[in-house]
């Protein structure tokens, strides 16, 4: 179900990239507090005195490699699927807002403690993907939507996590996921496969000889996935045959065949062809 690049993620991945460096650049030693705070990192007590900017820019600040290491490797991971879900400016606008809840609960609840990161953001992304799970019909496996919330349920009890900000931008972002839900503001989940089974598939048969059988064969250059329909093979010419038993159904690419059974998913590779 991916409709476009996930360009909103690709930039925020970029900005925080940037920022980090232009950090790095200007004091490559180790940074305190102080210098945190004057890049605009989250502090309670100067937020309350006026400035309110802090719970915007201390998404986009890291105190470290592993810091922002985890975070965008995070933000990679989940950002993409739940963009191409919601759309850029959905997606922006939730990441935004439940980064700005999470600000502002950890300056409520530590005032005097000085905290960065995207991680508040982050977990607004994770609440979209649990509200969406339970609606059901985006393609979201709750499984690994449930292995992603003990994951950061641990994370966020480790020292120095602002764990606060964990659960402000979770809470954000899953109050205004049921908010977007109950209000027809997300865009209609896609139809479920029983729901498919009339509408005219649009592959062909094969004009090349194959097997998905073991030992498989394929052209040289050829890539053997597992999806969530079974083994696909992405051809040279970048056209992708989809096995249907002993046959299979040719389509223009990789990219007809995922929007036709609305696979987000990512595939693992099986076999490559040298």
């Keep these: 179900m991916f409709r476009a690049l996930p360009i909103a993620t ?5 900005i925080n990239l940037v920022v980090f460096i232009l950090m790095l650049g200007k004091d490559p030693s180790g940074w305190t507090a102080s210098y945190l705070s004057s890049w605009g990192a989250n502090n309670g007590e100067r937020v309350f005195q006026g400035e309110v900017w802090r719970l915007f820019t201390a998404m986009f600040i890291h105190v470290g490699f592993v810091h922002i290491g985890m975070n965008m490797l995070v ?12 759309g850029t400016i959905p997606y922006t606008s939730i990441y935004v807002v439940s980064g700005l809840a999470g600000s502002l ?14 991680s508040g953001a982050i977990a ?5 993907m649990c509200v969406l799970a339970m609606h059901g019909g985006y393609n ?22 602002d764990a606060a900000a964990h659960i402000g931008g979770f809470a ?44 498989m064969s394929f052209p040289k250059g050829t890539t ?44 693992k590779t099986v076999k490559t062809f040298e």
Aim: hydrophobic share 45%; charged share 15%.
């Design 10 to 14: 690709f930039l925020l991945i970029a």
């Design 75 to 86: 933000l990679y991971a989940w950002g993409r699927p739940v963009e191409s879900i919601l």
């Design 105 to 118: 609960l950890g300056a409520l609840v530590h005032p005097y403690t000085v905290s960065a990161g995207a």
């Design 124 to 128: 607004g992304i994770l609440g979209v």
């Design 140 to 161: 979201i496996s709750r499984n690994d939507v449930i292995g992603n919330l003990l994951l950061n349920g641990v994370l966020s009890l480790l020292p120095g996590v």
């Design 172 to 215: 954000g972002g899953c109050v205004i996921t049921f908010i977007a839900l109950a209000s027809d503001w997300l865009p209609e989940p896609p139809p479920r496969v029983e729901e498919e089974a009339a509408l005219p598939i649009q592959g062909k048969p094969p004009t090349i000889q194959f097997s998905f059988r073991e030992p």
């Design 224 to 267: 053997v996935y597992e999806t969530k329909t079974g083994l696909v093979a992405v051809l040279p010419d970048y056209s992708l045959i989809q096995a249907l038993g002993d046959a299979g159904l040719q389509f223009e690419s990789a990219a007809a065949f995922r929007e036709q059974t609305h696979d987000n998913d990512i595939w």
